[in-house]
């Protein structure tokens, strides 16, 4: 027996960027703020050399000029190309920290090597919400344009 199955697809329903634009804002911050503060002060604790914590900031807030240039797109998280270039930007950090923790895994203490990776961490969370959130943002190709009159 033959049944009539309706032959249209079912569509695709559009999944909510607010709650990942959410956690992108709240986890860049976070990143923000640990590694501008949080990662120059625990390296001047646990590091045996104790280097100084005004210089240690002021050489990441230089490293962080890209990022901090990047924080309006981040924040807003509406723009799909702002946010695939901010995407490139935090990709080159994250394989930059993942570097400086390959670095220091061989002679430095836990508690450093502890330091290195919660940065790590924030920037894989990052790029992490970062792609979910380009994946829910409308297609940057099916633009439709109107015609000119």
Do not use: C, H
């Not at 503060?37 to 807030?61: C, E, H, K, R, T």
């Not at 890209?66 to 807003?76: D, E, Q, V, Y």
């Not at 002679?107 to 970062?130: H, K, P, Q, T």
């Amino acid at each position: 027996m033959a049944t009539n199955r309706p032959t249209t697809k079912p569509q695709k329903t559009a999944k909510p960027i607010t709650p990942i634009a959410r956690r992108l804002m709240v986890t860049w911050l976070i990143w923000l703020a640990y590694r501008l503060l949080g990662l120059p002060i625990f390296i001047s604790i646990f590091n045996p050399s104790s280097p100084d914590i005004v210089g240690g900031i002021a050489w990441q807030a230089l490293w962080l000029v890209p990022a901090l240039i990047l924080t309006p797109w981040i924040l807003r998280g509406r723009s799909p190309y702002a946010l695939l270039i901010s995407s490139m930007f935090t990709l080159v950090y994250l394989g930059a920290s993942g570097v400086v923790l390959f670095t220091r895994i061989y002679g430095s203490s836990w508690a450093e090597i502890a330091v290195y990776a919660m940065d790590f961490l924030l920037l894989l969370a990052i790029n992490v919400w970062l792609f979910i959130l380009l994946k829910r943002l409308p297609s940057m190709n099916n633009v439709v344009k109107k015609p000119r009159q």
